[in-house]
């Protein structure tokens, strides 16, 4: 992939941490202008490449990193408008920052759609925290990308760029053959001619068809597909080169050319998805259905897990059954061994539920089913969790259900103790029904406590997924969640201090 030169020669470090009291103590953005939910919910149309963005991308990338949020707000006084800021934002980060290993430093261009949905499902006068947050992420990985030798996006080769007519063969060759120049050329002409789904539905099949990377490639892949909603398509041509890049990360030799064990669950699903009956979307609800996929998810190999998706389908289990086993068998791998791996489990799930949602090829839908189901095991062997010990998602007991303390008193008690934060939690969903406030109090959180783009990700992972889960999954699903959200004792953000002082 062509590369520019370097532009950068500076960034400097965040200002010190001053603490907060008390979780409602955001006061200090009624400074700023309200951000209505209709504004967080862009609309593409409305949102053009124009002259105005590229000095908006030009200033995230020059200002250094303790100017850059007071410069920001200084310029969303002057009439800034979120689209704009999270367009430039995006933009910036596709640009300057490496998407390889799909992860690490250019987690702060994955994490611009958790924070924009963050920014979505908050209280007006909260919603331009996350987006302050993610600016300064971004700010600390370009200042990586710079040591490890300031990578640029470049021009394309405009020479080998195929037809409107040819791209999407080219394309799907390039990609199955691991050519990286081929796959650049290909993926403008095919993001110059082609409707927006054709593409998508290409690069999901490809996101998801190998386990390197945690995950992550099928991760990029939704959230570029989300945030292009958002900034609108006409910025697809340089989001989508950086992300079939990412596709094509991987160790060693060319993997079309030897059998890499983390290619193999792809390949066997990619055959085995004729097994899948013609009515395979018209299933009913089972609740044993799920019981056992989550058996063969805890328990077996993946084949076992993506062999047995199959077999259900055949007794007619529906596909949300199905899915219901899947997210609980992330949220068991979390809470039996909190890490990294396991988050992972859990957002890349999101991430291959959000394109199964959202494709519209028959085949590329199978797939990403069978996908999922086989990549649990894989998790669960990569954070190294015992099949056979732990917690169980379905069947461990609610505490007593919080009383005076009411929500606070969860917050409180995760900081000391997860797994009775955890039991609290079921209860509480059991007896007040009230999912709103816990999630409230756990995105606020978040922007108190979190240092981290997988606080940002995960959280927006797993409160979106509580809403597609039926009771009484969801109710512990949500409850799994608390082994990665933040409690009331950890040590306020930097950041959010920061930008208190900087209004």
């Given at each position: 992939m062509p590369t520019g030169l370097p532009r950068r020669k500076f960034l400097g470090s965040a200002a010190a941490v001053t603490t907060l009291a008390t979780l409602g103590d955001l006061d200090f953005l009624s400074l700023l202008p309200r951000v209505s939910a209709a504004e967080s919910k862009l609309n593409p149309r409305t949102v053009r490449f124009t002259p105005e963005i590229e000095p908006l991308v030009r200033l995230l990338e020059d200002t250094p990193r303790e100017r850059l949020l007071e410069e920001v707000g200084t310029r969303i006084r002057g009439g800034l408008t979120y689209r704009d800021l999270l367009a430039a934002l995006f933009l910036a980060g596709v640009r300057n920052i490496q998407p390889r290993p799909v992860g690490f430093k250019f987690h702060a261009v994955l994490v611009v759609n958790s924070a924009h949905l963050a920014s979505q499902n908050s209280p007006e006068a909260d919603r331009w925290l996350p987006i302050f947050w993610a600016l300064d992420q971004f700010k600390g990985?370009?200042?990586?990308?710079?040591?490890?030798?300031?990578?640029?996006?470049?021009?394309?080769?405009?020479?080998?760029?195929?037809?409107?007519?040819?791209?999407?063969?080219?394309?799907?060759?390039?990609?199955?053959?691991?050519?990286?120049?081929?796959?650049?050329?290909?993926?403008?002409?095919?993001?110059?001619?082609?409707?927006?789904?054709?593409?998508?539905?290409?690069?999901?099949?490809?996101?998801?068809?190998?386990?390197?990377?945690?995950?992550?490639?099928?991760?990029?892949?939704?959230?570029?597909?989300?945030?292009?909603?958002?900034?609108?398509?006409?910025?697809?041509?340089?989001?989508?080169?950086?992300?079939?890049?990412?596709?094509?990360?991987?160790?060693?030799?060319?993997?079309?050319?030897?059998?890499?064990?983390?290619?193999?669950?792809?390949?066997?699903?990619?055959?085995?998805?004729?097994?899948?009956?013609?009515?395979?979307?018209?299933?009913?609800?089972?609740?044993?259905?799920?019981?056992?996929?989550?058996?063969?998810?805890?328990?077996?190999?993946?084949?076992?897990?993506?062999?047995?998706?199959?077999?259900?389908?055949?007794?007619?289990?529906?596909?949300?059954?199905?899915?219901?086993?899947?997210?609980?068998?992330?949220?068991?791998?979390?809470?039996?061994?909190?890490?990294?791996?396991?988050?992972?489990?859990?957002?890349?799930?999101?991430?291959?539920?959000?394109?199964?949602?959202?494709?519209?090829?028959?085949?590329?839908?199978?797939?990403?089913?069978?996908?999922?189901?086989?990549?649990?095991?894989?998790?669960?062997?990569?954070?190294?969790?015992n099949a056979q010990q732990g917690i169980r998602i379905d069947d461990f007991e609610p505490a007593a259900a919080p009383t005076m303390g009411g929500v606070e008193e969860i917050f409180a008690d995760l900081s000391r103790d997860k797994l009775l934060a955890a039991r609290k939690t079921l209860a509480w969903l059991g007896t007040s029904g009230d999912a709103t406030r816990f999630i409230t109090a756990a995105q606020r959180m978040i922007y108190l406590k979190g240092t981290d783009s997988h606080d940002y990700k995960f959280s927006s992972a797993a409160l979106e997924d509580y809403r597609h889960l039926s009771p009484p999954v969801r109710d512990r699903f949500l409850a799994a969640s608390v082994f990665w959200l933040k409690g009331a004792g950890a040590p306020d953000s930097a950041l959010v201090a920061r930008t208190r002082a900087a209004l």
């Open positions: 990985s370009q200042a990586r990308d710079v040591r490890e030798g300031d990578w640029t996006l470049g021009a394309v080769d405009e020479s080998a760029v195929p037809s409107a007519g040819r791209a999407r063969a080219a394309l799907t060759t390039a990609l199955e053959q691991w050519d990286v120049g081929a796959t650049d050329a290909a993926t403008a002409g095919l993001v110059r001619s082609a409707a927006p789904q054709e593409v998508f539905d290409l690069l999901c099949r490809h996101g998801a068809r190998d386990f390197r990377d945690l995950g992550h490639k099928a991760i990029y892949v939704a959230n570029s597909w989300r945030t292009l909603q958002s900034i609108g398509w006409q910025h697809a041509e340089p989001v989508l080169r950086s992300l079939t890049y990412a596709i094509l990360d991987h160790e060693g030799g060319n993997p079309a050319q030897r059998d890499a064990e983390v290619d193999r669950a792809g390949r066997h699903n990619a055959e085995k998805l004729n097994l899948i009956p013609g009515s395979w979307l018209e299933g009913k609800a089972d609740a044993d259905g799920t019981k056992v996929l989550l058996r063969a998810l805890r328990d077996g190999s993946w084949e076992n897990g993506s062999g047995t998706v199959i077999e259900l389908l055949h007794r007619g289990v529906a596909t949300t059954s199905l899915w219901a086993a899947i997210f609980s068998g992330a949220g068991e791998l979390l809470m039996r061994r909190p890490g990294i791996a396991t988050l992972h489990a859990v957002t890349t799930t999101n991430a291959l539920h959000y394109a199964f949602q959202h494709a519209r090829h028959d085949e590329t839908r199978r797939f990403l089913l069978l996908q999922a189901a086989a990549f649990i095991p894989q998790f669960r062997a990569i954070a190294g969790v």
